[in-house]
């Protein structure tokens, strides 16, 4: 798995050569608008609830005693819920609405990296749009009911350390997953696609967890956090596809 992980993370260093040389850019311009427009929403509302948060989970101790450290908890933690929230909001509403730009550049890369250009067809604009709202939706309820539990831990001293590293490493397999489905859709079932990844979470994992690093760099890494993913992604899974 440690191998597959690696090789998630090192097929970014062949990206932007390979987004130059088949000039893809103008391609990623909508699904980076995107991004863009939906990450500026996110953080706009976050902002705006993450105060109500703590306050309403604060509102929960009647108590006066440790009444002021509730409250600094609560806002806390408050604001870790909408952080997250927001994260994974990002990825899977990024990823169903670029899905109909996305299938059709990760068929030009693959057909680049095949030296042939095949006669699999992506989907159709409103088939590749349900199918990406599909696993979308799909990972986001998983990753919001396994987050929630792992953040709670993440108060207690010394196990929040781990909950941290499991946190970024649960949600890296979940944006690695998203990236992947874009050149599975074209060769799997939904059913299929879901087990391929499961199979090769190391690779998802990979992919992921550069993807989450992007999103820390401020502004530029939301604009390009998609070309690069989705090229990456795409990248690897061909070459176990066409090794399997």
Known sequence: MLKQVYEGCSAYFEVYEIISRLKLWKFF??????SFIVFSMI????????????NYISSFWTWDFGKETINTLSKIFGSLLIVLIGFISFKHITMALSA???????????????????????????????????ISLRNLIRELVLSIPILL?????????????????????????????????RHFSYQKSIFFVKKNRGLAIGNGIVFMLF????????ILVHPF????????????????
């Open 215 to 222: 999103l820390l760099i401020p502004f530029i890494g939301v």
């Open 43 to 54: 953080l706009l509302i976050s902002f705006s609830f993450s105060d109500a948060i703590g």
């Open 153 to 185: 831990l993440g108060l207690i001293p010394i196990i929040g350390f781990f909950s941290v590293i499991l946190l970024f490493l649960m949600q890296s397999y979940f944006a690695g997953f998203g990236n992947m489905d874009y050149t599975l859709e």
């Open 29 to 34: 311009a909508i699904p980076m608008l995107i």
């Open 229 to 244: 993913s989705v090229t990456a992604a795409t990248i690897v899974t061909v070459k176990l596809m066409n090794k399997e």
């Open 100 to 134: 109909p730009f996305m299938g059709p550049i990760s068929k030009k890369i693959e057909d680049d990296f095949n030296g042939i250009t095949s006669q699999i067809k992506t989907s159709t604009p409103s088939g590749l749009l349900f199918r990406g709202i599909r």
